[in-house]
């Protein structure tokens, strides 16, 4: 079954540090994949996503590219801020099946010092 | 921007009573979910609904759990008689016909049985 892997948090960085999260995936077919954000006491919100190999997902500062000889799909950031202090979920989505839409990796708490 | 809303956003309940938490998705969505969190744990499944029927549902959604789309507009989960470890935030989702998988979030209803 598909499943995801995160590194394991929390993950503490100093503003304006580099950030990365690695996330690898297991699926069959060509699942598309995300990064979803989760601020305190808030809902999932979607960062980023790549629905193909080599592809590179973007937004507010953040990155990841979908490696497909690795199966992974690591979250990156040059310079944090402590307003990004959150918790970031990888997930895939396999399209073959379209129902449970989304499996989600355990999750990683980010904490940003000032 | 539409938005996937939730209620109530906190419920707390006696164990072995019956709960309803509501969800009205993004009106032309065709695919709705719930998943839920334990607190600091992972997001998991419980089951996604589609074309007036559960399309797929996890090991978690046994038969104290129910949904339901009674109006067309409004999507609901029951939990016929709570136990302490339905203790959780249960997020509502909804998707288009986007093949790329992306879900859209409500902010969550949290659930506490006592």
């Known amino acids: 079954g598909n499943s995801v892997t995160q590194m394991e948090g929390p993950v503490t960085l100093s503003e304006e540090a580099f950030l990365t999260i690695n996330c690898t995936y297991t699926a069959t077919g060509y699942p598309s994949l995300f990064w979803y954000v989760q601020y305190p006491g808030e809902g999932l919100q979607l960062l980023l996503k790549a629905t193909k190999a080599d592809d590179k997902g973007s937004n507010k500062g953040f990155e990841a590219t979908y490696r497909k000889e690795t199966t992974s799909f690591h979250l990156e950031k040059g310079s944090v801020q402590v307003s990004d202090s959150a918790v970031y979920f990888c997930a895939l989505s396999d399209r073959g099946t379209g129902r449970r839409a989304l499996t989600f990796g355990s999750g990683t708490r980010l904490q940003v010092q000032p | 921007e539409p938005e996937v809303t939730q209620t109530p956003s906190h419920q707390v309940t006696q164990m072995g009573q019956e709960v309803i938490l509501r969800c009205v998705p993004i009106?032309?969505?065709?695919?709705f979910y719930w998943y839920r969190q334990i607190l600091g744990q992972k997001v998991e499944f419980l089951v996604s609904f589609y074309n007036n029927e559960i399309s797929e549902k996890s090991e978690i959604f046994d038969d104290q759990f129910s949904v339901e789309r009674p109006d067309g507009s409004n999507f609901t989960l029951k939990i016929r008689s709570t136990k302490l470890e339905d203790s959780a935030m249960y997020f509502c989702?909804?998707?288009?016909?986007?093949?790329?998988?992306?879900?859209?979030f409500g902010e969550g209803s949290r659930l506490t049985v006592l």
């Open positions: 009106s032309n969505h065709l695919y």
């Open positions: 989702a909804s998707k288009d016909r986007d093949a790329t998988g992306e879900l859209f």
